[in-house]
């Protein structure tokens, strides 16, 4: 079989008081515009997944976070890999400055919240079918 191009996604499950922070994708994006999606993104050339996930969330949020462990791997089809990572709020800023040609709003739900509160991306229904969203907040 012949090897496949894919690509490597991380994502953060940023908790803060037993909320987590979600982001509706711009209604101007290509896949899945309107949908509930984690803070996060594709790794760049040689970076770390930690490294990636770093500067998604400061680019997406303007946030700083702390990864504090590995919540699990996601396999979606695509083919697409998703690594998501329970993290917490580091620094003194909790203003969220989203980039209006990536994300339109942005929310603090609890984990049993987010099946309610509008369409979300695949992965993340996925992750949250498998468990691993429910964990974050232990």
């Known amino acids: 079989m012949a090897e496949q191009q894919f690509w490597v996604g991380v994502h953060g499950v940023i908790e803060e008081q037993g909320r987590i922070l979600v982001l509706r994708r711009a209604p ?51 083919p697409y890999l998703q690594v998501i990572y329970r993290c917490r709020l580091a620094g003194a800023a909790r203003e ?6 990536e994300h339109a709003a942005w929310r603090w739900v609890a984990p049993a919240e987010l099946s309610a509160i509008g369409e979300l991306i695949p992965y993340l229904a996925a992750v949250i079918a498998r468990g691993l969203i429910g964990r974050a907040a232990d």
């Open 96 to 101: 969220i400055v989203l980039l209006p040609h």
């Open 28 to 78: 101007t994006m290509a896949y899945r515009p309107g949908c509930w999606d984690l803070p996060g993104g594709h790794l760049a050339a040689g970076e770390s997944c930690e490294e990636g996930l770093l500067r998604e969330v400061a680019e997406e949020t303007g946030l700083s976070v702390a990864i504090e462990r590995l919540l699990g791997v996601n396999n979606s089809p695509g």
